[in-house]
């Protein structure tokens, strides 16, 4: 997603850096860059032409100050314009103290509807606690009842229904079964079209006024680009939106309705669809979002996935064996699966700044994991955690029980045996994973209480050698006065 754009503004912010000052050419040859970048991202016209006007005014004869260019300036200015293009983080929602909270959930057909109502059932019984009831009052589209069903079996949540029923019955009598059920929290699959007509809107709105929803959501399939757009435009009109959910933000979309929806509607998009899997759900941040557009990364939210698969314990336990030079097969396997829970590995390595660019052309091939993964599988727990008793004739049971050669065996055990002395180097000298509990600790003090940036970051927490930031040896040796620095500063500080 982005990638185009991305790439063209990366181009035009490259060619100001070598500027002392911003003429007004050269502003007006960026712009040009710039607005085509964003049509091409399918952005909407109105909002392109607010956007680039905003940045030329801001951006014309600036002076510059002392070690910042005009490259930087822009990016700068662009990155405050793109923040404010999508709005404010809000990914709050306000819960009735006592009773239950009603989301209505509205959207055309094919967007993508019946799946994040189980996505977002998930994220808020795990973030807020709650007691999620999801209702099938979706009869329209074939099929679209069973499909909930089994969702809310695969999430242990309960689904009502109604055989020969209405829709607005079925939500009524929704609401008076999660009360006998004790249940704090309804989520309403309603049913779409293909396009706007009028009966999707009397049918949902008489819905929207029996139910009186607490938070009434959008749910816009962000491939659709500008129909996604005009489409929020008539839905907001009818009902009086509270947020947009984006749905497959992960796939081969141009992102412009993450661009327009904000200005077109007026209100936030609160949450965002990035996998096909009813986990793949995430709270959208507009800083974030806009420092990936710039090819900036967006370390908070890695550290955020990394925190919510491998706890600070892991780290620390995994630390004190690679120590004791005790990584073992076993231990590996958990490495593999936490990566694979954090999602894929491209989008990862792109969250860390400086690397977006230089993935966009690689092609990472992740089922590679998957066969490493059937072959630490097809041992025993001996075998995993003893390589030593791995003789010809095991070998060569693990080869027939996952489908590959001997010699794949072999190529798997040299390397890992590899792995196992450069990752114990790593740890003793002061590496990646010697700084993994100290990873934890940053992104606690990125996020804050409720998920900053990484302005209240300080330098001395970030861990020497963090994931995808290899360090030079003179760059190692800078670090290394900044922490005496850092420390000698709070010993003075303690004494006052």
């Given at each position: ?11 035009t912010?490259?060619k ?13 040859d ?6 085509v ?11 392109v ?38 709005g ?10 006592d ?5 209505l ?17 998930l ?6 606690k ?25 999430l ?6 109604e ?29 779409g ?7 999707l ?41 509270d ?54 990364g ?5 550290v ?10 892991e ?9 004791k030079?005790k ?5 590996f ?17 792109g ?17 590679q ?16 955690d ?55 600790k940053?992104?606690k003090?990125?996020?804050?209480s ?16 963090a ?12 670090q ?8 000698a ?8």
């Open positions: 997603m982005f990638d185009n754009l991305t790439e063209k503004l990366t181009e912010f490259s100001l850096r070598s500027k002392g000052r911003l003429t007004e050419q050269d502003v007006k960026s712009m040009r860059t710039i607005r970048a964003l049509l091409e991202a399918d952005v909407s016209l109105d909002v032409k607010e956007f680039v006007k905003t940045i030329k005014t801001k951006a014309t004869g600036q002076d510059l100050q002392a070690n910042i260019n005009a490259g930087d300036l822009v990016v700068k200015i662009v990155q405050d314009e793109l923040e404010s293009m999508m404010v983080s809000d990914t709050s929602i306000p819960y009735k103290e009773g239950i909270t009603v989301i959930m509205s959207g055309l057909q094919g967007a993508g509807k019946t799946t994040t109502c189980g996505k977002l059932a994220l808020l019984s795990k973030r807020d709650r007691k999620p009831l999801l209702v099938a009052a979706d009869l329209k589209r074939p099929a679209a009842v069973e499909q909930l069903k089994t969702i809310g079996k695969q242990n949540f309960p689904v009502y229904a055989e020969d029923s209405s829709p607005l019955n079925v939500c009524k009598n929704a609401l008076d079964y999660a009360k006998k059920e004790e249940r704090d929290l309804v989520i309403l699959d309603t049913a079209r293909l396009h706007v007509d009028d009966d809107m009397r049918e949902i709105k008489s819905i929207y006024t029996a139910t009186e929803p607490d938070q009434t959501y959008l749910v816009c399939d962000a491939m659709t680009g500008q129909d996604a757009v005009h489409s929020a435009s008539s839905f907001h009109e009818q009902l009086n939106l947020g947009v959910i984006l749905t497959k933000l992960d796939g081969d979309t141009r992102g412009g309705a993450a661009l327009s929806l904000r200005h077109v509607t007026g209100k936030p998009i609160k949450f965002a669809g990035i996998g096909e899997q009813l986990d793949k759900l995430e709270e959208f941040h507009p800083d974030r979002m806009a420092s990936r557009i710039l090819g900036m967006d370390i908070v939210s890695l955020e996935k990394a925190q919510d698969a491998f706890s600070e314990q780290a620390i336990d995994l630390h004190e064996k690679l120590m030079n990584f073992t097969v076993h231990d396997l958990k490495q593999l699966q936490t990566i694979k829970k954090m999602g894929s590995l491209k989008d990862m390595m969250m860390i700044p400086g690397l977006g660019n230089a993935m966009k052309d690689m092609d990472v091939d992740e089922s994991f998957g066969k490493i993964e059937a072959i630490i599988l097809s041992m025993t727990p001996d075998e995993r003893n390589g030593e008793i791995l003789d010809g004739s095991r070998r060569k049971r693990i080869a027939t029980g996952c489908g590959q050669t001997v010699q794949d065996i072999n190529q798997f055990f040299n390397q890992f045996k590899m792995m196992q002395k450069m990752m114990s180097g790593m740890s003793k000298g002061g590496g990646m994973f010697s700084g993994m509990k100290n990873m934890m940053m992104g003090n990125a996020m804050g409720g998920g900053a940036g990484l302005g209240d970051l300080n330098l001395g927490d970030i861990p020497a050698g994931p995808g930031m290899g360090l030079s040896s003179e760059e190692k040796k800078k290394k006065l900044l922490k005496k620095a850092l420390k500063k709070r010993k003075r500080s303690r004494g006052r």
